[in-house]
């Protein structure tokens, strides 16, 4: 561990084999943990990685908390303040910045995507690019992706598999175990659904409000309804 550690590399903490064992120039305060933990670093600061390969390829992104195996092992240059906790959380990451990730494969896919919350095993999973989403519950928004030239989501979803089934819609909130879980390949937008399994098979409909136990079901494509 840290065999190439020079005279401006300060405050580190390399523990395991092949663990930051790059040639560092000024790297700072760093913690990595595990086999080959942070064994591309160079230049990066404050980033604390514990896992088999977690960090492995960062050279100079900084302030980022790594936890579990190959969790944000992608990342290199950019991806800054990024906390990815879980097997393969942010596994993909490259330049998408302020993510936070917690659980196994949670936000696995997401690339260039920025300031997401994903809290849960596969919360949204299958993200490449959007941003501004937060998903708390196993499944959550899982199959929710804005592609990598994707600007914003703003989607939602607290509750197992809340959203589950919405690929690119945007601005929806669903809280509760399956709100909005709608139909695989279909996307909605701009709705509101509060209880357990309301506008459960929502496909394109837009703007609807449902509050309480299962309501509005079995709306689809219908837009501006109140239940």
Same mark, same amino acid.
Do not use: P, W
């Given at each position: 561990?840290?065999?190439?550690?020079?005279?401006?590399?300060?405050?580190?903490?390399?523990?395991?084999?092949?663990?930051?064992?790059?040639?560092?120039?000024?790297?700072? $305060?760093?913690?990595?943990?595990?086999?080959?933990?942070?064994?591309?670093?160079?230049?990066?600061?404050?980033?604390?990685?514990? =896992?088999?390969?977690?960090?492995?390829?960062?050279?100079?992104?900084?302030?980022?908390?790594?936890?579990?195996?190959?969790?944000?092992?992608?990342?290199?240059? !950019?991806?800054?303040?990024?906390?990815?906790?879980?097997?393969?959380?942010?596994?993909?990451?490259?330049?998408?910045?302020?993510?936070?990730?917690?659980?196994?494969?949670?936000?696995?896919?997401?690339?260039?995507?920025?300031?997401?919350?994903?809290?849960?095993?596969?919360?949204?999973?299958?993200?490449?690019?959007?941003?501004?989403?937060?998903?708390?519950?196993?499944?959550?928004?899982?199959?929710?992706?804005?592609?990598?030239?994707?600007?914003?989501?703003?989607?939602?979803?607290?509750?197992?598999?809340?959203?589950?089934?919405?690929?690119?819609?945007?601005?929806?909130?669903?809280? !509760?175990? $399956?709100? !909005?879980?709608?139909?695989? =390949?279909?996307?909605?937008?701009?709705?509101?659904?509060?209880?357990?399994?309301?506008?459960?098979?929502?496909?394109?409909?837009?703007?609807?409000?449902?509050?309480?136990?299962?309501?509005?079901?079995?709306?689809?494509?219908?837009?501006?309804?109140?239940?």
């Amino acid at each position: 561990a840290g065999n190439l550690i020079g005279s401006g590399d300060n405050y580190n903490v390399f523990i395991g084999h092949n663990v930051a064992d790059a040639d560092m120039t000024n790297a700072t $305060e760093n913690v990595g943990m595990g086999y080959g933990a942070l064994s591309a670093l160079t230049e990066g600061d404050a980033n604390i990685t514990i =896992g088999y390969s977690a960090g492995e390829a960062i050279t100079t992104s900084s302030n980022n908390i790594l936890i579990g195996a190959r969790s944000g092992d992608a990342i290199t240059t !950019g991806a800054s303040d990024t906390v990815a906790i879980g097997s393969n959380a942010c596994g993909s990451l490259t330049t998408g910045t302020s993510n936070v990730a917690v659980g196994s494969n949670s936000m696995k896919a997401v690339t260039v995507g920025s300031s997401n919350t994903a809290d849960g095993y596969y919360g949204l999973s299958d993200e490449v690019g959007g941003q501004n989403s937060t998903s708390v519950g196993n499944g959550a928004l899982g199959k929710q992706n804005g592609g990598s030239s994707a600007t914003a989501m703003d989607n939602v979803g607290i509750g197992v598999n809340a959203g589950f089934q919405n690929v690119t819609g945007t601005k929806n909130t669903y809280i !509760g175990f $399956e709100s !909005g879980l709608g139909a695989s =390949g279909q996307s909605n937008t701009g709705n509101v659904g509060v209880g357990y399994k309301n506008l459960l098979d929502i496909t394109t409909g837009t703007y609807n409000v449902a509050m309480g136990y299962a309501t509005a079901q079995n709306i689809t494509t219908g837009s501006a309804n109140i239940a």
